[in-house]
């Protein structure tokens, strides 16, 4: 630890800024990608999960029991392997994308489901007794219902999402803490791991942090919205039923 | 108008629909009574699909509801008010009202207000159409789903035990604005167990018990003579 007060050894890192702001470019890009992968992922496979349809059920099951059950680093170990045995090459962004889209799609399933059977049937049933269709109903009554209760564990998948491009490291990435980690070994820019690592999670908290302020926030104000509607006037045989229950 | 025949539905190893008959016509005035788990609900949620039944025909305006066509032909035949109101809380009343006759119904903004605003003063509630349904009584939740269901302008409306989860005070502003719309040529199915409207407005009256019709009849043989042994034990237990 002694670098981390050797004037030196953040020179070092200064000089070399180039390499920092550059994993950051590739983890943000590799994040943005996958997230937009996950959320595809997340609506179609939460989506079928409620759908009411056994087989589809069994799909999105599958998919999600699968993907939250085994490692990251596996599913992105296997993905770079196999696809680099089939003779094929992705490229170490697409890889990334592809690894951390699927994982993160699975959570987000399972976020997208949760929000939807949050909503009591009776809303479905009404939309269906005047008539709205599927995408109707999910577009003006339940997804709007919905997104109150998704919002706040999704955000917390987006900074999962981005902290995790540094398993990328595993296969050889460009990502942050790739970047971070040759440039603390290398041959000619070693030595610096405290300053390096410090600016390094620096560039990652001044991501997420604001998101998970928000994510807090969001959950707050839904709470008290809860217990607003919770205090509203309830009528007296549904008090009698609480009572009962 | 609504014809269901030799409908059976089993939730899993129970039957709870058995071989029921039963056809309603144009603007008649049906009430359904029963004790409990007799069918009730059921019966009617078979008229909408709510529940699909597990065989047997469902015939509105002389078309058969099948799974493929129910949503075409729900949306241009038949409303339903429930018992737990089921209005749509992320919405004013206002917006609950227009929505169906707006994406539904074809109607513009204007058009789906000046519709909203004539059944609100038909429910007496003109005045709570910015309000949000959470912030109404139970009363006051039913009239505003009763006038959206009127929105819908279709010729069959359902309802669903529409009393039973109110307060004893606001029973009756409900029964009044029932009361008056059955003096309307619309068809109405009623599940109740209020049986001074059901002597009231009812045409006919059909008695469930364990998922079959087991009495039906005008309300005056019914409340004076019923034949069935079941039917007169209920209306000893229910009127007094």
Not at chain 2, 12 to 39: Q, R, T, W, Y
Not at chain 2, 165 to 181: G, S
Request: charged residues 20%; proline residues 4%; glycine residues 8%.
């Amino acid at each position: 630890m002694a670098e981390l007060f050797e004037a030196s050894a953040w020179e070092k890192v200064w000089t070399y800024r180039d390499t920092f702001l550059l994993g950051l470019g590739n983890t943000v890009e590799t994040a943005l990608l996958g997230l937009l992968l996950a959320f595809v992922l997340g609506a179609v496979f939460g989506l079928m999960a409620t759908s009411g349809v056994k087989a589809l059920k069994a799909i999105s099951r599958i998919y999600v029991e699968i993907i939250q059950n085994t490692p990251l680093l596996l599913q992105l170990c296997f993905l770079y392997y196999a696809i680099a045995f089939a003779g094929a090459s992705l490229g170490i962004l697409y890889t990334g994308v592809l690894s951390l889209g699927i994982y993160h799609g699975a959570y987000v399933a399972e976020v997208i489901r949760a929000g939807i059977e949050a909503i009591p049937k009776g809303q479905f049933e009404a939309a269906r007794s005047q008539g709205f269709g599927y995408a109707g109903t999910m577009l003006y009554i339940i997804l709007p219902q919905s997104i109150k209760i998704i919002l706040p564990p999704m955000v917390n998948q987006v900074v999962n999402l981005i902290k995790n491009t540094s398993c990328l490291y595993i296969v050889g990435g460009a990502d942050l803490i790739s970047l971070t980690y040759s440039f603390v070994t290398g041959a000619n820019t070693g030595g610096a791991y405290a300053p390096a690592y410090i600016v390094s999670g620096v560039m990652f908290f001044v991501i997420c942090f604001p998101l998970s302020t928000l994510a807090s926030r969001w959950e707050g104000s839904l709470k008290k919205r809860e217990s607003r509607v919770a205090a509203a006037p309830k009528t007296s045989a549904e008090a009698r039923r609480g009572a009962a229950v | 108008m609504i014809k269901l025949e030799n409908v059976n539905k089993f939730f899993g190893d129970l039957h709870v629909l058995k071989d029921v008959n039963l056809e309603v016509a144009e603007g008649e005035k049906l009430v359904i009574i029963g004790p409990s788990g007799s069918g009730k609900s059921t019966t009617v949620r078979c008229m909408n699909f709510l529940e699909e039944p597990t065989s047997g025909h469902v015939y509105i305006d002389g078309e058969e509801l099948t799974n493929h066509n129910k949503t075409k032909v729900v949306r241009q035949t038949t409303s339903m008010v429930f018992q737990q109101f089921n209005l749509y809380p992320h919405m004013s009343v206002l917006r609950n009202l227009t929505l169906a006759p707006m994406k539904l119904h074809h109607k513009s903004r204007k058009e789906a207000e000046e519709l909203a605003y004539h059944y609100l003063d038909v429910v007496g509630l003109r005045d709570k159409a910015h309000a949000y349904p959470t912030t109404l009584s139970g009363g006051q939740q039913q009239r505003i789903a009763i006038a959206r269901a009127l929105c819908a302008e279709t010729k069959i409306i359902l309802f669903d035990e529409p009393t039973s989860a109110l307060d004893p005070e606001t029973i009756q502003e409900v029964l009044d604005v029932m009361i008056r719309l059955a003096k309307e040529n619309i068809t109405m199915v009623v599940v109740t167990h209020e049986m001074g409207f059901a002597r009231q407005v009812a045409d006919r009256i059909v008695f469930m018990a364990d998922g079959q019709i087991i009495e039906e009849g005008k309300p005056e043989h019914f409340f004076v003579s019923p034949e069935n042994e079941r039917v007169k034990q209920f209306l000893g237990k229910i009127i007094r």
